[in-house]
């Protein structure tokens, strides 16, 4: 007689304690939120997020991650996590921005939903029940779209500039690309954590891999303590990692230009050849030489194009250095 035929034995118990345990353990919704020199508003960020969620009667869990901060953040975190089972902590070694240490909490969520919120109360932590209830209608993905964005027009304008560029390369027309007040199926932050690229910009990244995307307009104020955590050279990079990152555009275009002068310089060449036969010769063939170096200068572009379009995509395979370094985990 085997074990699994006899009377509930304590190892039966131990398992039914067991399968309770990973129950509780495996909440509906995860909270992702990067944290970078952030003490002046945790508190009242994990007051208002835990109130919000106990309300909204589902199981979660939120997942902070210190990216590299210097303040106090890590020890507030801390004691967020002596007092709670819910909360659990990545501490990286450095900073390495906000999107890796987005990416470091969506490797550890066990939710069904995955949200992600910033730490410094800009978009209220009440709208994030609102964005899981709008994924329960069948979206995969639903962003937040700050209605009444309270940023100076100097961050507005390129933020505009940028969604209009970035639902172009994406093909997902979105209002908001820079607000990180969203909700994702679980399916596609599994597909996000496949992708092991350096630099990357998640809002952009989940709807290559989404079906259903919807935005829905969340609230938005000024920042009440602390600064922005980006520099404008941030802010430069980051929408540059945008547009090679997901596009070989720009290179093509290269190549395409290259050609188009080659191009012309044939016609040239053409043209010069008919009318020497129709006028005559003129100033001793200068002409002609312009019209060959045209179409070797032409070809030697679209070579440079070629070459480095092929140096990208080499760059984007060579990059397989970790993305970032954990120093130490709450679980
Ligand atoms: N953040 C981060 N690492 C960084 C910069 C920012 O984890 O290097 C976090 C920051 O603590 C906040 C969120 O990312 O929770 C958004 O940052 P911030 O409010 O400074 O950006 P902004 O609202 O100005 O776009
Ligand atoms: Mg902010």
Redesign the pocket.
């Given at each position: 007689m085997t074990l699994a035929q006899g009377k509930p034995g304590k190892l039966f118990l131990l398992e039914v304690l067991m399968a309770d345990l990973k129950q509780e353990f495996n909440p509906y919704l995860s909270v992702v939120?990067?944290?970078?020199?952030?003490e002046e508003n945790l508190a009242e960020l994990h007051a208002r997020l835990t109130l919000t969620l106990d309300k909204a009667g589902y199981d979660w869990e939120v997942i902070y991650?210190d990216?590299g901060s210097r303040d106090d953040s890590w020890n507030i975190l801390e004691s967020f996590h002596k007092k709670s089972h819910r909360v659990h902590l990545v501490r990286f070694n450095r900073?390495?921005?906000?999107h890796m240490?987005v990416f470091a909490g969506f490797e550890r969520v066990r939710g069904q939903v995955v949200a992600t919120l910033?730490?410094?109360l800009?978009n209220p932590p009440e709208d994030v029940p609102k964005l899981v209830a709008k994924l329960e209608e069948g979206y995969d993905v639903v962003g937040g779209w700050r209605e009444n964005r309270r940023?100076s027009w100097l961050r507005k304008l390129p933020s505009y500039l940028v969604n209009r560029i970035t639902s172009r390369v994406v093909g997902v027309d979105l209002k908001d690309y820079?607000c990180?007040l969203r909700a994702y199926r679980r399916e596609v932050v599994e597909a996000m954590n496949r992708c092991e690229e350096t630099s990357s910009f998640i809002p952009a990244l989940a709807n290559t891999f989404a079906k259903e995307v919807t935005e829905i307009p969340v609230g938005h104020a000024e920042?009440q303590s602390g600064s922005?955590?980006?520099r404008l050279v941030d802010l430069l990079r980051l929408n540059f990692d945008l547009m090679t990152g997901f596009s070989v555009l720009p290179i093509q275009m290269v190549s395409i230009l290259g050609g188009l002068v080659a191009l012309a310089g044939v016609f040239f060449g053409l043209f010069l050849f008919i009318r020497r036969l129709v006028v005559g010769p003129e100033v001793e063939g200068v002409f002609t030489l312009f019209a060959i170096l045209f179409v070797f200068v032409g070809v030697q572009i679209l070579c440079v194009g070629l070459i480095g379009e092929y140096v990208g995509r080499i760059y984007r395979e060579v990059r397989s250095r970790p993305r970032y370094v954990v120093a130490e985990t709450r679980d």
């Amino acid at each position: 007689m085997t074990l699994a035929q006899g009377k509930p034995g304590k190892l039966f118990l131990l398992e039914v304690l067991m399968a309770d345990l990973k129950q509780e353990f495996n909440p509906y919704l995860s909270v992702v939120i990067p944290v970078f020199n952030e003490e002046e508003n945790l508190a009242e960020l994990h007051a208002r997020l835990t109130l919000t969620l106990d309300k909204a009667g589902y199981d979660w869990e939120v997942i902070y991650v210190d990216d590299g901060s210097r303040d106090d953040s890590w020890n507030i975190l801390e004691s967020f996590h002596k007092k709670s089972h819910r909360v659990h902590l990545v501490r990286f070694n450095r900073n390495y921005g906000q999107h890796m240490a987005v990416f470091a909490g969506f490797e550890r969520v066990r939710g069904q939903v995955v949200a992600t919120l910033d730490a410094d109360l800009q978009n209220p932590p009440e709208d994030v029940p609102k964005l899981v209830a709008k994924l329960e209608e069948g979206y995969d993905v639903v962003g937040g779209w700050r209605e009444n964005r309270r940023d100076s027009w100097l961050r507005k304008l390129p933020s505009y500039l940028v969604n209009r560029i970035t639902s172009r390369v994406v093909g997902v027309d979105l209002k908001d690309y820079g607000c990180m007040l969203r909700a994702y199926r679980r399916e596609v932050v599994e597909a996000m954590n496949r992708c092991e690229e350096t630099s990357s910009f998640i809002p952009a990244l989940a709807n290559t891999f989404a079906k259903e995307v919807t935005e829905i307009p969340v609230g938005h104020a000024e920042r009440q303590s602390g600064s922005s955590k980006y520099r404008l050279v941030d802010l430069l990079r980051l929408n540059f990692d945008l547009m090679t990152g997901f596009s070989v555009l720009p290179i093509q275009m290269v190549s395409i230009l290259g050609g188009l002068v080659a191009l012309a310089g044939v016609f040239f060449g053409l043209f010069l050849f008919i009318r020497r036969l129709v006028v005559g010769p003129e100033v001793e063939g200068v002409f002609t030489l312009f019209a060959i170096l045209f179409v070797f200068v032409g070809v030697q572009i679209l070579c440079v194009g070629l070459i480095g379009e092929y140096v990208g995509r080499i760059y984007r395979e060579v990059r397989s250095r970790p993305r970032y370094v954990v120093a130490e985990t709450r679980d």
